[in-house]
């Protein structure tokens, strides 16, 4: 069992905890083991984990319309989260960094090996400058990432781009 609080959801029961972390899923918190509400929508679609809130169980639906109120694009970013896990990634969180994910080589997890790539989710409707691009790009270049913009279009198929620099 795991309890929605705010924008989190937290997993305490260890043997569900432990092989969550063995995937490469969450970030611990002490003795508790943290999700973020994407990792938990798709956790709770693919019948890992119980979700829930207020004393009420949370199904994937409700969860991704709880999640979806609370921050912008939610759902895009979801598809693309599930969509790299999907094909065998650990995708953590890259807020830090300035991008939606990191994500690792597969079937290496956060402190086995270095970030492979950063991604930025768009939508088919998104307009960026050439300078906003170009600061992405360099900024992942700094990181030693390779900077993978995800396109998502209007049937909610995923188009990625690997943009690098290239100096003279």
Same mark, same amino acid.
């Given at each position: 069992?795991? $309890?929605?609080?705010? +924008?989190?959801?937290?997993? /305490?029961?260890?043997?569900?905890? &432990?092989?969550?972390?063995?995937?490469?899923?969450? $970030?611990? @918190?002490?003795? @508790?083991?943290?999700? /973020?509400?994407?990792?938990?929508?798709?956790?709770? #679609?693919? #019948?890992?984990?119980?979700?829930?809130? !207020?004393?009420? !169980?949370?199904?994937?639906?409700?969860?991704?319309?709880?999640?979806?109120? =609370? #921050?912008? =694009? %939610?759902?895009?970013?979801?598809?693309?989260?599930? /969509?790299? =896990? /999907?094909?065998?990634?650990?995708?953590?969180?890259? %807020? !830090?960094?300035?991008?939606?994910?990191? *994500?690792?080589?597969?079937?290496?997890?956060?402190?086995?090996?270095?970030?492979?790539?950063?991604?930025?989710?768009?939508?088919? @409707? &998104?307009?960026?400058?050439?300078?906003?691009?170009?600061?992405?790009? =360099?900024?992942?270049? +700094?990181?030693?990432?390779?900077?993978?913009?995800?396109? *998502? &279009?209007?049937? +909610? @198929?995923?188009?990625?781009?690997?943009? $690098?620099?290239?100096?003279?």
């Amino acid at each position: 069992m795991a $309890e929605l609080i705010q +924008n989190k959801v937290i997993v /305490d029961k260890k043997k569900v905890k &432990d092989a969550l972390i063995q995937k490469g899923f969450g $970030e611990k @918190d002490g003795k @508790d083991l943290v999700l /973020d509400l994407k990792e938990a929508v798709y956790l709770i #679609e693919k #019948e890992k984990i119980e979700v829930i809130h !207020k004393e009420k !169980k949370l199904s994937a639906k409700k969860l991704l319309a709880y999640a979806s109120a =609370r #921050e912008a =694009r %939610f759902y895009s970013k979801y598809i693309v989260f599930k /969509d790299l =896990r /999907d094909r065998g990634y650990c995708v953590k969180t890259g %807020f !830090k960094f300035g991008f939606e994910f990191r *994500v690792y080589p597969r079937g290496k997890k956060a402190g086995e090996a270095h970030t492979e790539r950063v991604v930025k989710v768009f939508t088919q @409707d &998104d307009r960026k400058g050439l300078i906003e691009l170009s600061r992405m790009v =360099r900024l992942a270049g +700094n990181l030693k990432t390779q900077c993978t913009f995800a396109v *998502v &279009d209007s049937e +909610n @198929d995923i188009n990625y781009y690997f943009i $690098e620099r290239i100096t003279p």
